[in-house]
């Protein structure tokens, strides 16, 4: 079946450090690749989505390029902020399933 | 943009009795939604997935008489937990699709934190 594996947290990075958060996939057919962001006390917001194979989602300085070849969609941004610190959740749809598979999350802490 | 409304956000329940957690989805059809249960610092793990006007599909290892669900129209789908134990409590969250084709994503409620005592 589909499955989703993220690097576990807590990623905890100064303000204005480089971020990357890793993200591999299994699925059948072409799955549709999304990163979702879960603030503290709020629920899931959409991040961020690809849809075919090299294409990128980007969205509030944070990026993301669908690699079939390595099976990743690995999360970056250039400088993070101490308002990104969050939980975030790498996802996907594959062909036959209508509901999303989720990764196990990571969280991020951004210090001042 | 489409919103999915969850109620209640937190609730507290003893032991052997029944809570009921309502989605409303404010400004669109909903013809799918989809239960999810979120475990401390684990992942979201479907449930099931409720369609309108038929029975919900239920994932592997989830106990259909315990979790009922029912999406008797377009815009409410409601997740009860009957007769709950402390094992049940937990985060659960409801979340539809919207849009079609390649240009569609998923709206989700906030969250209802059940705890059994």
């Known amino acids: 079946g589909d499955s989703v594996t993220q690097m576990e947290g807590p990623v905890t990075l100064s303000e204005e450090a480089f971020l990357t958060i890793n993200c591999t996939y299994t699925?059948?057919?072409?799955?549709?690749l999304f990163w979702y962001v879960q603030y503290p006390g709020e629920g899931l917001q959409l991040l961020l989505k690809?849809?075919?194979?090299?294409d990128k989602g980007s969205n509030k300085g944070f990026e993301a390029t669908y690699r079939k070849e390595t099976t990743s969609f690995h999360l970056e941004k250039g400088s993070v902020q101490v308002s990104d610190s969050a939980v975030y959740f790498c996802?996907?749809?594959?062909?036959?399933?209508?509901?999303?598979?989720f990764g196990s999350g990571t969280r991020l802490q951004v210090q001042p | 943009g489409a919103v999915v409304s969850q109620h209640p956000s937190r609730v507290i329940c003893k032991s052997g009795t029944s809570v009921k957690i309502e989605c409303r989805s404010l400004?669109?059809?909903?013809?799918?939604m989809f239960w999810y249960r979120q475990f401390p610092k684990k992942s979201l793990m479907l449930m099931a997935t409720?369609?309108?006007?038929?029975?919900?599909?239920?994932e592997q290892g989830v106990e259909k008489d315990k979790f009922l669900i029912n999406h008797a129209s377009l815009t409410l789908s409601t997740l009860t937990v009957t007769s709950a134990h402390p094992e049940d409590s937990s985060f659960y969250i409801c979340?539809?699709?919207?849009?079609?084709?390649?240009?569609?994503?998923?709206?989700f409620g906030s969250g209802t934190r059940l705890t059994v005592v």
């Open positions: 979340s539809a699709r919207v849009g079609r084709e390649l240009n569609y994503g998923y709206t």
């Open positions: 699925a059948t057919g072409y799955p549709s």
């Open positions: 690809a849809t075919k194979a090299d």
């Open positions: 996802a996907l749809t594959s062909t036959g399933r209508r509901a999303l598979t």
């Open positions: 400004d669109f059809q909903a013809t799918t």
């Open positions: 409720s369609n309108e006007g038929s029975k919900a599909t239920y």
